[in-house]
C-alpha cells in the first residue's frame, strides 16, 4: 500500500472541512440577516430584493452542506464495512424503467468458465419526462346483418366540453390548472404549445376554459352551498370576540388567495366582469382541490367526463373534490 494515500485522504479531509466551515458561516450571516429584518427596527430591515437575494445563497449552501455530509457518511460507511444510508423512498406510486448495466466480460480471469451471478447493486433516481402530447383516435364501429341489413348499431358518441373540437377533458383541465394553479397566462401555455409544434392561440385557451366553467357551475354552486352552511367562513367581519370558539385570523383563507395576486401580475386582466367571475370560480375550484388533498388537473378532468355522462343533480355532493377517489 501507497505510504502516502492516509496523508493524501487527510488533505483532502481538511479541505472538504474548510468548505463546509466557510458554508455554515454564510448560512449563520443569512441567519442573522433574516432575523433582523424580521425583528430589527425598520431602518434595519431588508428589502424584498435584497432579502431574496441570499436566500438563493442559502439554498445553494444547503446543497453544499447535504453532499458533504452524504460524501462523509458514504466514505465512513465504507471504512467500516457498512452499507450507505438510503434516503427515504417516498416514490412507490411512479413507474419503473429498468436497465441493466453488464460488465464487459464475465469470463473468469483463470479462464476456466463464465462467472455466475451472485446478487445485485440497485439504485434508483428520479428523471422526468417533459410535457408529451398525444392524439387520441376514438373509432366506433357501426354492425349491420348481413341477412336483412334493416337495421345498423353503433355507439353513441361520447359528450365533450368543446363538441366537435380538439381538446380532451383532461387537455382542458390541465390549461385550466397551469394558469389558476401554476400562474401560467394562457399566452405564456400557447409559447409551450408553439415549442411542440401545436399551433394554438390564446383566446382558444380562454374559450375552451369558459367552457369547461360553465359545465361546472353546478359543483360551484354546491361549493357555494356548503359554504353558507359553515359555522365560519374565516372572512374579516368574523365575530371572534363574541365566540371564542373562533380562530383569531383569516389565515386558512389569505393563505389561499395570495397565489391570485401572482397569477394577476402575469396575466394583468381578467377582461371584463364575466371573465373576473369565471377567474375567481375556476381558482376556486384549484383550491378547494389544494385544501381536499386531491391532483387538482385529474378531479376536473373526471368531474368534467362524469357530468358530460349525465350526472344526477341529486348526486352532485359525489362530485364535491373531498369526495373524490383518486384511485377510481
Not at 445563497?57 to 467500516?80: I, P
Request: aromatic residues 6%.
Amino acid at each position: 500500500m501507497d505510504a502516502n494515500i492516509p496523508s493524501r485522504e487527510n488533505a483532502h479531509l481538511k479541505a472538504r472541512l474548510a468548505e463546509v466551515q466557510e458554508a455554515n458561516r454564510r448560512l449563520e450571516g443569512i441567519l442573522r440577516a433574516s432575523q433582523r429584518e424580521r425583528f430589527g427596527k425598520s431602518s434595519e430591515k431588508l428589502s424584498p430584493d435584497q432579502f431574496n437575494l441570499p436566500l438563493e445563497d442559502a439554498e445553494l449552501a444547503q446543497g453544499v452542506l447535504e453532499a458533504a455530509q452524504e460524501k462523509a457518511e458514504a466514505a465512513l460507511a465504507r471504512a467500516q464495512g457498512e452499507e450507505p444510508r438510503k434516503p427515504a423512498r417516498n416514490r412507490g406510486h411512479l413507474p419503473r424503467v429498468e436497465r441493466v448495466i453488464e460488465p464487459a466480460s464475465t469470463l473468469c480471469p483463470c479462464g476456466c468458465s463464465e462467472m455466475a451471478r451472485i446478487g445485485e447493486d440497485v439504485s434508483e433516481r428520479l428523471d422526468v419526462i417533459p410535457a408529451q402530447f398525444q392524439v387520441l383516435v376514438t373509432r366506433r364501429p357501426r354492425y349491420a346483418c348481413r341477412r336483412c341489413s334493416q337495421a345498423v348499431v353503433q355507439a353513441h358518441a361520447p359528450e365533450h366540453v368543446v363538441p366537435g373540437g380538439l381538446p380532451t377533458e383532461r387537455l382542458i383541465a390541465w390549461i385550466i390548472i397551469s394558469k389558476f394553479g401554476d400562474h401560467l397566462p394562457f399566452y405564456r401555455q400557447a409559447g409551450i404549445f408553439e415549442r411542440q409544434g401545436l399551433h394554438l392561440d390564446r383566446g382558444t385557451f380562454g374559450n375552451w376554459a369558459g367552457r369547461a366553467c360553465f359545465h361546472l357551475m353546478p359543483v360551484i354552486d354546491h361549493m357555494k352551498v356548503h359554504l353558507r352552511a359553515a359555522d365560519r367562513i374565516f372572512v374579516d367581519e368574523t365575530r371572534f370576540i363574541d365566540d371564542g370558539t373562533l380562530e383569531l385570523d383569516t389565515n386558512p383563507v389569505e393563505n389561499q388567495i395570495r397565489p391570485i395576486a401572482l397569477t394577476r401580475k402575469n396575466a394583468l386582466f381578467a377582461g371584463n366582469e364575466i371573465g373576473a367571475e369565471n377567474w375567481a370560480m375556476l381558482a376556486s375550484l384549484v383550491a378547494t382541490c389544494k385544501l381536499s388533498g386531491v391532483n387538482p388537473v385529474g378531479y376536473l378532468a373526471d368531474t368534467l367526463r362524469a357530468i358530460l355522462d349525465g350526472h344526477p343533480r341529486s348526486r352532485i355532493d359525489d362530485l364535491m373534490s373531498w369526495c373524490y377517489d383518486q384511485a377510481s
